[in-house]
């Protein structure tokens, strides 16, 4: 069965009915056209994902958001508002009269507890011998 070719118009032989390409370059070459058309395709889709277009708060201005939640066409105008909820958010604080200072109160210092080989430790000092003798010796009952 003849056919022709959908890449470069070339007349073929078909081994079967489905054949519509006539060479593997020509398979390459519509497997790239498939590919480029599908990613140009999902790109148009994540641009808008089908939001509706709005208002931006800042500016006014009529824009295409890309979220759910976006308040804002540009990276600017959303430095603006981020500015504003942050100065509204300590402004309300402030009247609760919760005070949000940067550096924190000096906590108060907890004593050290003397950890029982310090303390035997010093005691050996005391006796004149090394701590593994006084271990010694305090554990074959001589006592402190």
């Known amino acids: 069965m003849e056919r022709k070719c959908i890449i470069c118009g070339n007349v073929f032989q078909a081994k079967c009915g489905k054949s519509a390409l ?15 058309a599908y990613i140009a395709k999902r790109r148009e889709i994540n641009k808008t994902k ?8 800042i500016c006014g ?10 308040k804002t066409c540009s990276e600017r105008c959303k430095k ?3 500015a504003r ?3 509204e958010w300590y402004r309300e604080r402030k009247i609760e ?3 949000y200072d ?3 109160p000096e906590k ?12 035997d430790a010093v005691a050996a000092h005391k006796l004149g011998v090394s701590y593994g003798q006084y271990i010694a010796y305090y554990k074959r009952g001589g006592g402190k």
Not at 50 to 57: I, R, T
């Open 22 to 36: 006539c060479s593997d370059e020509c398979r390459a070459e519509r497997q790239r056209q498939l590919s480029a």
């Open 108 to 119: 108060p210092k907890k004593a050290k507890k003397k950890d029982s080989l310090t303390a």
């Open 97 to 99: 009269g919760v005070h």
């Open 102 to 104: 940067k550096t924190e």
């Open 61 to 70: 201005k009529e824009y295409q958001p890309t979220s759910g939640k976006q």
């Open 85 to 87: 909820y942050q100065a």
């Open 80 to 82: 603006i508002e981020k």
């Open 50 to 57: 089908g939001y509706e277009e709005k208002y931006c708060v």
